[in-house]
T-cell receptor, first 115, second 112 residues
C-alpha cells in the first residue's frame, strides 16, 4: 500500500470563495482520482487526473468549477471554485497503485463546509 | 445503466452475532468488485477485490464472495471494532479509466 495525505483535513469557507485541496502520495502513481461524498451519500467520481494530460471529468462536473492540476506522479490538486453551500461535502483523492489490479486506495478526505 | 445496491442500509448486531451484507449490481460487464470499510470522518479503507463468480476472499472475521449478480460480505462473530460503514463498488469492464461505481453503503453497528 502507500501513504496518501490530503490537505487541509477540513475547512469552513464563505460562499463565492475558492478552496484548493492537495493530495500527496509517497510513491509514484499513474492514475489519481478525485471523488465527492455529499452528506449521507456515497462516493461520486469527479475526475481522473493523469500526469502529463488534461483531467477527464465525469458527467455533471466541469473544469471551470473543479480545476485539477497534476504536476508530477506523486501530487495533485483539486480546486472547488465559486463555492456555494451545495458544495459542502467530503472530497477524497484516490490512487491506483499498481495499475494491474484496478484497486484504488483512498486518502483521508477533506471535509468542506460552505456557509 | 450501471448500478450498485447495498442492503440493508443499517444493521445492528450483538457482539458475536454473525451476519451478511449484500451488494447487488447491474453492469454490462464486470471488471472487478471492491469492498471498502469507512469509519466516520475517514476515507474508505480497502478490504477486498473480487474478479469472477465463485471467488472468495477472507480477512480476519470478514469473508467476501461473488456471484454473477451480487456479492456478500460475511461477518463472523463480529466485535464492536467492526462497527463502520461498508461500501461496495464495481468497475465495469468497458471502463479503462478507473471509474468506480459505489453503492450507498451499509452502516454496521456492533454492540458489546
Amino acid at each position: 500500500s502507500a501513504v496518501i495525505s490530503q490537505k487541509p483535513s477540513r475547512d469552513i469557507c464563505q460562499r463565492g470563495t475558492s478552496l484548493t485541496i492537495q493530495c500527496q502520495v509517497d510513491s509514484q502513481v499513474t492514475m489519481m482520482f478525485w471523488y465527492r461524498q455529499q452528506p449521507g451519500q456515497s462516493l461520486t467520481l469527479i475526475a481522473t487526473a493523469n500526469q502529463g494530460s488534461e483531467a477527464t471529468y465525469e458527467s455533471g462536473f466541469v473544469i471551470d468549477k473543479f480545476p485539477i492540476s497534476r504536476p508530477n506522479l506523486t501530487f495533485s490538486t483539486l480546486t472547488v471554485s465559486n463555492m456555494s453551500p451545495e458544495d459542502s461535502s467530503i472530497y477524497l483523492c484516490s490512487v491506483d497503485l499498481r495499475g494491474d489490479t484496478d484497486t484504488q486506495y483512498f486518502g483521508p478526505g477533506t471535509r468542506l463546509t460552505v456557509l | 445503466e450501471d448500478q450498485v445496491t447495498q442492503s440493508p442500509e443499517a444493521l445492528r448486531l450483538q457482539e458475536g452475532e454473525s451476519s451478511s451484507l449484500n451488494c447487488s449490481y447491474t453492469v454490462s460487464g464486470l471488471r472487478g468488485l471492491f469492498w471498502y470499510r469507512q469509519d466516520p470522518g475517514k476515507g474508505p479503507e480497502f478490504l477486498f477485490t473480487l474478479y469472477s463468480a465463485g471467488e472468495e476472499k477472507e480477512k480476519e472475521r470478514l469473508k467476501a464472495t461473488l456471484t454473477k449478480k451480487e456479492s456478500f460480505l460475511h461477518i463472523t462473530a463480529p466485535k464492536p471494532e467492526d462497527s463502520a460503514t461498508y461500501l461496495c463498488a464495481v468497475l465495469p469492464v468497458y471502463n479503462q479509466g478507473g471509474k468506480l461505481i459505489f453503492g450507498q453503503g451499509t452502516e454496521l453497528s456492533v454492540k458489546p
